[in-house]
Nanobody
Framework: EMQLVESGGGWVEVGGSLRLSCAAS????????MSWVRQAPGKEREGVAA????????PYADSVKGRFTISQDKAENTLYLQMNSLKPEDTGMYYC???????????????????WGQGTQVTVSS
């Protein structure tokens, strides 16, 4: 069973950067579609970035396009999210999610994923 552990969250000022990591075990990241999903207080979960198992397709939510970059390191079996030019509206709990059976048309949908990490908090202060 796939297990996911996120790290790298924290407090950052507007315009700053953070890199989130998601260490996977029990399965290879190259065998799963994976996504970063965030949830702000009082709001629904939002898929912000995803990566196809092969790593060659990486769709993003419009809200983060051009600022966030998702990547996978197969040797380290780890998923990353590089977040630049952070805004207050990026504040939330960020989760790593994975599933072996995700249609590409739904790859940014949180409900497409069956495996989840515990989350890491990102706070962007103005």
């Amino acid at each position: 069973e796939m297990q996911l552990v996120e790290s790298g969250g924290g407090w950052v000022e507007v315009g700053g950067s953070l890199r989130l990591s998601c260490a996977a075990s029990g399965g290879a990241v190259s065998d799963y579609a994976m996504s970063w999903v965030r949830q702000a207080p009082g709001k629904e979960r939002e898929g912000v970035a995803a990566i196809w198992p092969s790593g060659d397709r990486t769709p993003y939510a419009d809200s983060v396009k051009g600022r966030f970059t998702i990547s996978q390191d197969k040797a380290e079996n780890t998923l990353y999210l590089q977040m630049n030019s952070l805004k207050p509206e990026d504040t939330g709990m960020y989760y790593c999610a994975a599933d072996a059976w995700v249609p590409f048309s739904g790859i940014l949908r949180p409900d497409a994923y069956g495996y989840w990490g515990q989350g890491t908090q990102v706070t962007v202060s103005s």
